[in-house]
Every structure is written in C-alpha cells, then in structure tokens.
C-alpha cells in the first residue's frame, strides 16, 4: 500500500453528457450495465495500493455519496484506509469549489494533516484502466517534482480540456498549449508543436511543492479579484479538472521544477494494456462507449480476473427470459448484456445493455439501446438507439427512434439521432 500518497478524486462538476447528468454528477452516470463512472478511476486506486482517498464531491452529489458508501465501504480506518466524501466545507468561508484547485485550497488542511509526502490528483469522471502504482514509482524514478500522466494526440478527440504537452527524449515535459476552443485569449503565433500529448486526468505532485503553488495561488487571487464580485452561488459551473490544473499549476512549474510526462498504455503495470480511455463527453460518445463493449473483443477488458472493476450490485434475483403471457412466443436476447433482476417477457433484446430490473413485455423489440434501473417497455413497444434513464416506462405499442422529427417534438436527440429518455418520465 502506498502510505505515502495522499489521493484526490475530482467529482464535483455536473458535466456531459447531459442530460444524463440533470440529476447526478457526471462521476455518478451509471455505465457498462452495472457500473458508475467512478468505479473504474476507484477500481485503478484499489488495485495499485491506493487507500488514502479524498473524493470532493459537489454538484447533486447525493446519488454519488449513495453509491460511495454501497460500494466502496470496504477499507479499514484502523490500518489508515479510507474513501471518504468531501463537499465544500466552507471553512474559510462560504462559497462552493469555483475549480480543482480551489477545492484543494479550500481542504489544505487534510492536506497538512496527512503524513504523506506526495498528492496523487485523479479526475473520476474518466473510464480508463491503470495502474497508478507504475505512475508512483516513475515519478519516484525521475526525481520529479511533479508527473502527469499523458495519452496519444490522437485520442484528444475523445475529450479532454484541449491541453496539448510536448515532451523531450527523456520524457521531461518542456511544453504545453492550449487549443483556441479552450484558451479564451489563444496565442496566433503559439502552434502546437508536432508529438504532442494530451493529459490523461492523472497527476502525482511532491506535498510541499503542491501547499507552496496553493498558497501562491491564493495570494494571486486575493490581490487581483474581490472576493464579492466572485459568483459563488453555481456549483459545478467552473472549469474542467485539465483545463484548471494545467493553466495553473503545471504551466508554471515547466521551466520551474522537473515536470515529467508518464505514456499511459505502456508496458509497466500490471493491468492489461488495453490503453483505452474515454470521457464520454457528449451522449453521443457515451453511446460508442456501451456500444463497444458488445463487440467481440472490446476495447476495454473488463474480465481481466486481478484487476475486477467493483460496484454495487442490489440482491436482485437472477436476470431470466420467459415466455410471453399472451403470446407464448420465448424473450430471446442477442449479443446484449443483462444486469441482476432483469426480465424478457417475450420480447427481444438485441445489441443492447440493460442494467438490473429492466422489464421488456411481451412481443417488445429493443435493439441497440441502453436501459437504467427500473426501466419497463411495454408489450409490443418498439426502441431503438435510445437511452432510457433510470426508472422509465415505456408504454405498449409504442414507437422511439424510427421518427427523429417526432423524437426531437419529444425528447433530446444527439447529432447522431440517439434519442434520450429522462428519469423516471412516464410517456
């Protein structure tokens, strides 16, 4: 266990995609059938000896604590274990996290307290596997004062705060950008330069160096805003964990400290290196991202037998298909998943993922579509490349995603016609 490093997890910001995130924080969304997103950043903690976690919690953070404490309850306090929330404590005052540095501001204190002599700043709104003890240990290996973790350019279209990290040949970082769709006030004659990166949303910084920038940040604040001009009364609308943390903290250490860059996929760890990573930053990627786990060999391993991702499973019964009531005919499914407690009743599911209690009537049809908990198609309702958010009923005989004018009159669309069904709505 790595006793000497001290962990943070960002799930404060409401985010995309929207609007699965109306009514939950986007670490929350539910993904893969079973899972939330946190899980996977939570699961790369447990797995790499990671046992210190503070997770700064904001937006509609209730489902999130829910889930926090169903399933991640597992360490023990009486070895130096934990996984704890932590909303704005308004110590210093009353106002909401205004950013990712702000939050650690705001905690410097559980960062003084704590007996590690390095921070380990992990996004939690990312589904990516990795092992973080690797990380630790390069960052001890270079001498680094600070080390981010960095994915190929070409996976910056997937998402991410549009930060752009050049590296030499020893890995140290010697540059970085921003792309003009994130920097308010871009350079013209600043280019990106060729090979660069992008930020994974991990980072290791050294404790001193962290409280030395936090303290300068915070006199820099004091003697250029006035605090009651500041708009507090918006939790979650700040900038993205990349965006806050590289503009402030890791651009201006470059020329300063010895700033490393870690290639996440490589071959160190001991998690397969299946180098997937995803923000699912819109509905539309989100969508891909469950779709792509039906595939034959999908992109991301989730059956690596060491590296399991937990959750929180209810004691549902076992997921069944039975013969329709009315018309006999057997529920079938076809290359879908099918969480606990979920039922077919006739119907037929195809390319889909359900997650526990989804009911599908007798003679319903759904095909590529995501199903939360509680959901219920109706006998002989028709969906497809739908999103039914948790708890939904869908009534018999009807039709969703065959007609985009009449879905849009209805629901939200994405630019790639996957239409989405909000909580708890009854059509």
Same mark, same amino acid.
């Given at each position: 266990?790595?006793?000497?490093?001290?962990? %943070?997890?960002?799930?404060?910001?409401?985010?995309?995609?929207?609007?699965?995130?109306?009514?939950?924080?986007?670490?929350?969304?539910? =993904?893969?059938?079973?899972?939330?997103? #946190?899980?996977?950043?939570?699961?790369?903690?447990?797995?790499?000896?990671?046992?210190?976690?503070?997770?700064?919690?904001?937006?509609?953070?209730?489902?999130?604590?829910?889930?926090?404490?169903?399933?991640?309850?597992?360490?023990? /306090?009486?070895?130096?274990?934990?996984?704890?929330?932590?909303?704005?404590?308004?110590?210093?005052?009353?106002?909401?996290?205004?950013?990712?540095?702000?939050?650690?501001?705001?905690?410097?204190?559980?960062?003084?307290?704590?007996?590690?002599?390095?921070?380990?700043?992990? $996004?939690?709104?990312?589904?990516?596997?990795?092992?973080?003890?690797?990380?630790?240990? %390069?960052? @001890?290996?270079?001498?680094?004062? *600070?080390?981010?973790?960095?994915?190929?350019?070409?996976?910056?279209?997937?998402?991410?705060?549009?930060?752009?990290?050049?590296?030499?040949?020893?890995?140290? #970082?010697?540059?970085?950008?921003?792309?003009?769709?994130?920097?308010?006030?871009?350079?013209?004659?600043? +280019?990106?330069?060729?090979?660069?990166?992008?930020?994974?949303?991990?980072?290791?910084?050294?404790?001193?160096?962290?409280?030395?920038?936090?303290?300068?940040?915070?006199?820099?604040?004091?003697?250029?805003? $006035?605090?009651? !001009?500041?708009?507090?009364?918006?939790?979650?609308? =700040?900038?993205?964990?990349?965006?806050?943390?590289?503009?402030?903290?890791?651009?201006?250490?470059?020329?300063? +400290?010895?700033?490393?860059?870690?290639? =996440?996929?490589?071959?160190?760890?001991?998690?397969?290196?299946? @180098?997937?990573?995803?923000?699912?930053?819109?509905?539309?990627?989100?969508?891909?991202?469950?779709?792509?786990?039906?595939?034959?060999? /999908?992109?991301?391993?989730?059956?690596?037998?060491?590296?399991?991702?937990?959750?929180?499973?209810?004691?549902?019964?076992?997921?069944?298909?039975? /013969?329709?009531?009315?018309?006999?005919?057997?529920? #079938? %499914?076809?290359?879908?998943?099918?969480?606990?407690? !979920? &039922?077919?009743?006739?119907?037929? *599911?195809?390319? !889909?993922?359900?997650? /526990? +209690?989804?009911? *599908?009537?007798?003679?319903?049809?759904?095909?590529?579509?995501?199903?939360?908990?509680? *959901?219920?198609?109706?006998?002989?309702?028709?969906?497809?490349?739908?999103?039914?958010?948790?708890? &939904?009923?869908?009534?018999?005989?009807?039709?969703?995603?065959?007609? @985009?004018?009449?879905?849009?009159?209805?629901? =939200?669309?994405?630019?790639?016609?996957?239409?989405?069904?909000?909580?708890? +709505? @009854?059509?």
């Amino acid at each position: 266990m790595h006793v000497d490093t001290l962990t %943070f997890v960002f799930a404060m910001a409401r985010g995309e995609p929207e609007p699965l995130t109306r009514h939950r924080t986007k670490a929350a969304v539910p =993904f893969g059938g079973k899972y939330r997103v #946190i899980d996977f950043t939570l699961a790369n903690c447990l797995h790499s000896g990671l046992r210190q976690i503070l997770v700064l919690t904001q937006y509609k953070s209730h489902s999130l604590h829910k889930h926090l404490r169903d399933a991640w309850s597992l360490f023990n /306090p009486q070895l130096g274990e934990f996984i704890t929330p932590v909303p704005p404590q308004m110590r210093d005052g009353i106002g909401w996290y205004r950013g990712a540095l702000d939050a650690l501001r705001q905690n410097r204190y559980l960062i003084e307290r704590s007996p590690a002599s390095q921070v380990m700043l992990l $996004d939690g709104g990312l589904v990516y596997r990795m092992d973080y003890a690797e990380l630790i240990d %390069f960052h @001890r290996e270079q001498g680094a004062a *600070v080390t981010c973790a960095l994915r190929r350019q070409e996976d910056a279209a997937a998402g991410g705060a549009g930060l752009g990290i050049a590296c030499d040949a020893a890995g140290r #970082i010697i540059g970085m950008t921003l792309a003009p769709d994130t920097d308010p006030d871009p350079d013209p004659a600043q +280019q990106t330069p060729a090979g660069v990166e992008a930020p994974l949303g991990a980072y290791v910084i050294d404790k001193a160096l962290l409280l030395s920038r936090l303290d300068r940040l915070a006199a820099a604040e004091a003697s250029a805003v $006035d605090p009651a !001009s500041v708009d507090e009364g918006a939790p979650g609308a =700040f900038p993205g964990v990349w965006a806050d943390i590289g503009r402030h903290l890791l651009a201006p250490l470059i020329p300063e +400290q010895a700033v490393f860059g870690y290639r =996440f996929g490589g071959e160190r760890g001991r998690v397969t290196p299946d @180098r997937y990573w995803a923000d699912l930053g819109s509905i539309d990627a989100y969508f891909r991202a469950n779709m792509a786990l039906l595939e034959a060999e /999908p992109p991301l391993d989730l059956y690596q037998p060491d590296w399991n991702i937990l959750t929180y499973q209810g004691q549902f019964p076992p997921a069944r298909t039975v /013969p329709g009531s009315v018309s006999g005919t057997e529920g #079938i %499914f076809v290359n879908s998943m099918l969480a606990a407690g !979920s &039922v077919i009743h006739g119907g037929g *599911v195809s390319h !889909s993922v359900l997650f /526990p +209690q989804v009911q *599908v009537d007798d003679g319903a049809i759904v095909d590529e579509a995501i199903l939360f908990e509680g *959901v219920r198609v109706g006998a002989g309702a028709q969906i497809r490349r739908c999103i039914c958010d948790k708890d &939904v009923v869908i009534p018999a005989g009807a039709k969703i995603g065959f007609d @985009r004018g009449e879905d849009e009159a209805r629901f =939200f669309v994405s630019p790639q016609g996957i239409v989405v069904i909000p909580k708890g +709505q @009854r059509l």
